[in-house]
């Protein structure tokens, strides 16, 4: 990474901004996409910047074109991206599981807006939360991520590109266009002192390379493309050599280890942030941008002495559902309110893990509009 | 001495999938010579596919190879080219493959002019999935979902592809080896992007239906129908019209994407 | 838990009038030159051109958490139709400057600090550029609320603005100070109670 094309230090970006240039430090070399509001500027400003650090900008011909040329550069070595918004997120998802079945690291912005189909494509929802998580066919691991402001989704797109490359998969980045049009404060790192994980390759000589063996941590090594590993790469399940196979108990090796190398990793991949927890009665589980009115309430309420604290998840999926369980456990936790800019979509998953220990309510919102702090706090006055 | 293709297949994974008569191998052949004769190195080459009959010949090749899903060969290649310019990719497609599912991107894969080569297994059927219409079936055929007759006007991929800006640009049919050997060898040499289409049988699923029940009867069609394009003309028109051209329709050049591409990164590493 | 002084305002007026330019030339002096915090949000339609589009600026000593404009303090409209839709949200004591040509009907009644500034006339006049309207404005903002200091808008501006074009900026951000100092003079503000 060379100093002059890196400039670290303050700046006012917006989310979308902060993504494009995350990548960049994260060792993104190659971006595919299609335009889309509101995550065109992601493709903007990488449409310049890639090129400044030797790497690549194609603009295809459509999203799942975008999908498909960001798996083959990722198989070809490079770290990959493509972004996106509803309508594109929703043509992408044959090609995302391509690269869960493929095991194919990338990763993929989704800037969401309301919908369904064109819906608002100037005005923010959250409707797409299940979709991220079981928007492409078939049973298969998702990790997903979902920042609430500038800075975070700097680093949550570099988090985004090391989880992709240390498990092998897609890794979705949710984001929602308040957070990608919004400007505030950002303090670049210097180059270099980011923390990059990048993918294991084979130290076994080709010839004794097994591109799906799974290894201790269920998670092959990758061989690019064009350096002396011959081996094939499929969407049909395949046994440890890449070849296809029908036989049923390989097909259900392959998938339970697919599954299973998410679901062991859950405290490397699932991260969360607590606000005035300790002692909280009333909690707030929130995410993107509607965390924000949460934060703000929450800051309110304490001022007001109510004992309301905050759950945000940087983690969508797998979902925090370990931590959450031992929340609403707790003696003091009376109650829980899901705030978000759709139907209801995490509630149900709230419920699910936490509905046997604690009230769990729900606000939601689907006008394009945000949830405002005085509408979670008028939410929690009336229950 | 006879030509050793088991030094190109990975031949624990034979025997292969596809029908008694099928044009596949035909095809398959001539590219294992073809790649034998430009002296390319095993490591050196990737194959893409999509999905259907003739997107199963990667995994019987013994090179970097990648079967990816339905239309979407062209663009995985792309990525994987632009990556890694030094690999010389070939994508292997269906008719359906190429221009049903996957004509967005094979008119915009023209149109960049990426050093590709594309062949297209053109049976006029959906063989893989048991007979039903394509893009190339002929007007008035019959397939599984075309029980009273096609209804469309077939695709010319010769017209296709030279519209849409490919700079080489030909037709073989597994009949006509010789040519067909020939017109690989120099789609792969072609710096820019190449289409061979190659007019060849499926009598299990076009066939049958289409009273062309045998393997010898569909070669036989081939044989008495196809004229050499430059031997068009010599024709009397009315002759001319009822024949299909085979060879080479185009063969030109122009900027490449890759070159561009790393050009463009040079220039803008170069500025500050 | 907040004892910072926040300051929120909207600017609005119809797309092209160069005021999502002007939200990030107020939020980046703010961060970059005045060493605050600063939140910059827009709202627009499909259009790039025409309607009513707005843009808010929260600026504060503390962290910022909610980024859109809750209680107004500053609404600048460079059109009636924006002034008609976003008036009900400015508070009640709030400033409000207003492009006195392109917005024929204020509010009656004093509930507001209301400012009527030529500004698009002034960049026409004076400048001979009626795009730098904008800029006048952010000048008379600043020149009305020192929501940022002049040396930092002037950096921003400075920044901002198309490479060439900083003389006339400049000028124009000049022209915005003084029309506000002159409205000072008639109209004092009380800058420390717009917290």
Redesign the interface.
Known sequence: MSG??FKSG???MSGNEAVAEAALYAGC??F?GYPITPSTEIAEVLS?R???????F?Q???E???M???????????K?MTATSGPGFSLKQ??IG?GCIAEIPCVVVNVQRGGPSTGI???PMQGDIMQARWGTHGDHPVIVLYPDGVEDAFWETIRAFNLAERYRTPVILLTDE?IG?????MFLPKPGTVSIYNRRKPRRIPEKYYPYQGGTQDVPTMA?????????????FHDRTG??TNEPAEIDAEMRRLLRKISRAYNDIVKWEELFMDDAEEVIVAFG?TA??A??AV??L??RDRKVGLFRLKTVWPFPERALIKIAKRAHVKKMLVPEMNNGQVLFEVERVAGRYCDVEGLQRLDSE?I???QIIRALREN | MAFDYDQYLRVDRLPHIWCPGCGHGIIFKALLRSIHGLEIDKNDLMLVSGIGCASRLPGYADFNTLHTTHGRALPFATGIKVMKANLHVIVTSGDGDAVAIGGNHFIHTCRRNIDMTLIVFNNSIYGMNGGQVSPTTPYGSFASTAPWGNLSVHFDFMKLAQGAGATFVARATTYHVKLLEKVITQAIAHKGFSVVEVLEDCPTAYGRRNKMRGPVQMMKFWKDNCVMIDALDKLPLEEAKEKIPIGIFCQTTRQEFTDEQHQVAQRAMGEE | MSNGKKLELRLAGSGGQGLVLGGIILAEAAILYDNKNAVNTQSYGPEARGGASKSEVIISEDEIDFPKCEEIDILLSLNQKSLDKYITDLKKGGILILDRDLCPNPPEGNEYETFRIPFTNLARTELGKVYVANIVALGAIAGLTDCVSRAALEKAVAARVPAGTEELNVKALAIGYREAAVARVDHPVDTDALS
């Open positions: 002059p094309k303050l700046r006012l070399r190659f595919a310049k890639l090129p400044q650090v030797g790497g690549f194609l295809m011909e459509d799942i074109a975008s498909a040329a960001t798996l083959g550069a990722s198989l070809a070595g490079a990959s044959e090609n391509y494509p100037t005005g308040v049009h919004m400007r505030e404060r690019p493309y064009g350096e002396g590993y011959r081996f094939h790469v499929t969407g049909l070849f296809p941008c924000r009115s934060r703000a800051k309110r304490r001022a945000m405002t702090p005085r």
